[in-house]
């Protein structure tokens, strides 16, 4: 046998397509089909969600509450905030599951309300607000993300989330999971739900007070002297656009409902700091 | 925004240094290929009586090669879809050449006249069982017996 010796001059080993070209592909591949699954579960979950019975969803109301943060209980705040919140639901009608408030000693301007009807209002917020109209806006907004089931939406859609990406990080181990797990309770809505919460905050401020006068001073006073870390946690899930502000009052003009009135103050004993629970 | 930003810094660093690199080491692959194309290098020899040697030797030749960050990004994604890994071909392929090369090029010094029995052998570097995190680097040798 005589040994011939052959240069390589075909690359047969090597598939003879752009880097760019094959990354471009697979982009776009994993990005059509994890946005397809994305949609699909959210769909589910969305689903799931509006027929949900009021038991499985205080129970897991309860698994999902963050526990550890320092509640002032019995205070003449929190009885306040009830108050407020008791009159604005009575406008509205019952909600399906009874609400609990809670006042987070925090000096970020924060309210949110997560899944099983808590209501977590910062003594930030209580601080900042100047007319007790503007902390009923707040409230009646997040009384509105309750009412569309908004809260639930949220978490179905997180815990698709969390399901995907742990699916991807398969050998990550509980590191992926943990991480993840802490968006559960990051609750992002779109902005038809906040349009939607808007508009049923303002109904429920206009059969309380009877006028939509100083309700929104509050986002615009915010807007105006927007500063960053204290006031972002607010407007990361409720980004405040003039869009909004305006929205709300062509929708006021078209009602025919008044913007304009006296204002409620807010009780001498609820603002100040220095009080004693 | 800025893990973005410094994502994306890193993708065009190990994109155009990557593709420099492989290029580089092709071309020496190649010119030394030319070099060293007179000795024969082959596979039979296995339980068999080594053909005509008066001497006998072995040569290993081994080399380690790294992915970027490019490469390990587009493994990534076609971890998730599945299919060929095109851009750990040439890893692969660049792996390979070299080992020969090397193997061959200390046969040559030696003054073997064919290497009989090569074999090629791969694994990876630094990646553990269970640790999906780090970096990527494949080790080849190859390892043959020279006569002359
Ligand atoms: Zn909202």
């Known amino acids: ?277 | 925004m800025y893990n973005l930003i410094i994502f994306f810094c890193l993708l065009a660093l190990g994109y155009f240094s990557g593709n420099y690199f492989e290029q580089q080491h092709y071309k020496s692959i190649k010119r030394r290929e030319r070099k060293t194309l007179s000795l024969p290098a082959v596979t039979f020899g296995a339980k068999k009586p080594i053909p005509e040697a008066e001497v006998a030797a072995l040569f290993v030749g081994s080399v380690v090669i790294s992915a970027d960050y490019f490469k390990m990004f587009v493994y990534g994604l076609r971890n998730l879809v599945g299919g060929r890994v095109v851009v750990y071909e040439s890893l692969l392929d660049r792996g390979r050449r070299e080992a020969l090369l090397r193997m061959k090029e200390q046969a040559i010094t030696w003054g073997a006249s064919t290497i009989v029995n090569v074999r090629l052998e791969s694994s990876n570097i630094g990646r553990q069982a269970g640790n999906n995190k780090g970096m990527v680097a494949i080790e080849v040798i190859a390892y043959g017996t020279g006569i002359k």
Request: charged letters at 20%; aromatic letters at 8%; a negative charge.
């Open chain 1, 1 to 277: 046998m005589k040994y011939t010796p052959k240069e390589i001059t075909e690359e047969v080993n090597v598939t003879k397509v752009h880097p760019l070209v094959n990354l471009a592909s697979l982009l776009g591949t994993t990005i059509v089909v994890s946005a397809a699954i994305y949609l699909g579960l959210g769909f589910v979950a969305g689903q799931l969600a509006t027929r949900m019975d009021p038991e499985t969803e205080i129970k897991i109301g309860q698994s999902l509450f963050p526990t550890g943060i320092s509640h002032r209980e019995h205070s003449q705040q929190l009885e306040y905030v009830e108050g407020l919140l008791g009159s604005l639901q009575q406008e509205m009608g019952a909600t399906r599951i009874p609400l609990t408030v809670h006042l987070w000693e925090n000096e970020q301007l924060n309210a949110a309300i997560f899944p099983g009807g808590n209501i977590v209002v910062t003594t930030g917020l209580l601080e900042a607000v100047e007319t007790e109209n503007e902390l009923a806006f707040v409230l009646a907004h997040e009384l509105g993300h309750f009412a569309a089931r908004d809260t639930l939406k949220a978490l179905g859609r997180s815990l698709v989330f969390v399901f995907v990406s742990t699916a991807i990080d398969s050998q990550g181990g509980a590191s992926g999971v943990v991480s993840t797990t802490g968006q559960l309770t990051n609750l992002h809505y779109s902005r038809t739900q906040e349009s939607a919460a808007d508009l049923y905050a303002l109904e429920a401020i206009i059969r309380r007070y009877q006028h939509g006068g100083y309700s929104l001073d509050f986002f615009a006073r915010i807007k105006a002297k927007d500063t960053k870390g204290k006031l972002s946690e607010y407007f990361s899930t409720h980004p405040i656009t003039q869009d909004r502000i305006d929205e709300l009052k062509t929708i006021a003009a078209a009602r025919g409902w008044s913007m304009t009135g006296v204002a409620s103050p807010i009780p001498e004993t609820v603002t100040s700091s220095d009080h004693l629970p």
